[in-house]
Structure formats: C-alpha cells, structure tokens
C-alpha cells in the first residue's frame, strides 16, 4: 500500500488563516481586462458611457475579481513560487510531482466598477485523497470569495486542484 499524500501535516496547514488581499480597482485595470477579454462594450472602456448607463464608473466585464487572485498570488519573490509558478503559499505540504487543474464552480454578485476596493478572503475547504487508475491523487478545494468597500460580494469561486 503507497504513503497517504494528505498528511496530517498538510490537513494542519490548511486549516491555518491566509490573510485578506486588498486590491484598488482602477480605470487602466479595467481597460486592460476588457481589452485582454475582448469586451466591447463601451460601459467597460468609456467612463462617459458607464455612468449613462448607471454604473459609477467603468464596468468591469465578467469574472474581474480574476484579476485580484492572480495579483494576490504574484506577488512574491521568485523563492516564494513553485515551479509551475504558483504561489507556495497555495500548494499543501505534499509528496507530488504533479498538479492539474480540477472542476471550478463560480457565483457571481454585484458589479465591479473602476474605483472600487476588492478584498479576497481565501480559505481551504476540504483536503482529501483518492486513488485512481494512475495512483493516488490528493485534492485541494479552496474557495476565494471577493467583497466590494460596501461589503457587497462580487464573486466568490471554488476551485479544485488535483496533485499527483
């Protein structure tokens, strides 16, 4: 029978804190998401033709608070990434070579407008094990959920990644 890869020291690490990452939402933020994503509209790249259109500012397309995790995790040192680039902080204490994306589950809220301060709460939801055709396999379900200055959520995701 092989090792468990979930440890008990990987189940104490998850259950630790990660800290709230804090993230201003400007206009060339914006700008660069909807070019980047391909997003017309001129809500989301003329201030003049949001506010007609009752937003506060720029509007974000879809699925921004993306762009709030990915600066959260990068900001680090090279010492601080894995190989794969991820944030060592976001990879348990496991005896793998290998990691792959698994099923993502998003719930959307309110808007994200230029101007607005996003805070990312990050948290560890489940740690656990299974063996497959190829071996085990430890899964790692964390749920990042994202709230505007109002305290208004705008998104909050669920990701699973499988280690090999």
Not at 76 to 98: C, F, H, I, Q, Y
Not at 113 to 135: L, N, P, W
């Amino acid at each position: 029978m092989e090792p468990a890869l979930v440890t008990e020291q990987a189940r104490r690490w998850a259950d630790r804190p990660f800290a709230p990452a804090t993230f201003e939402v400007g206009r060339n933020d914006v700008l660069r998401y909807a070019y980047a994503v391909g997003a017309t509209d001129p809500v989301h790249t003329d201030a003049d033709a949001a506010r007609a259109a009752g937003y506060r500012d720029l509007l974000a397309p879809p699925y921004f608070p993306y762009v709030v995790r990915m600066h959260a995790a990068h900001l680090a040192g090279r010492e601080m990434l894995e190989v794969d680039g991820s944030a060592t902080e976001d990879v348990p204490p496991l005896a793998v070579k290998r990691a792959m994306a698994g099923e993502t589950e998003i719930e959307m809220g309110v808007p994200v407008c230029a101007g607005d301060t996003i805070t990312m709460h990050k948290e560890i939801v489940d740690i656990y094990e299974k063996v497959g055709r190829s071996g085990p396999m430890a899964f790692v379900k964390t749920q990042f959920t994202f709230w505007n200055q109002h305290s208004e959520m705008v998104m909050r995701e669920c990701f699973t990644r499988i280690y090999r």
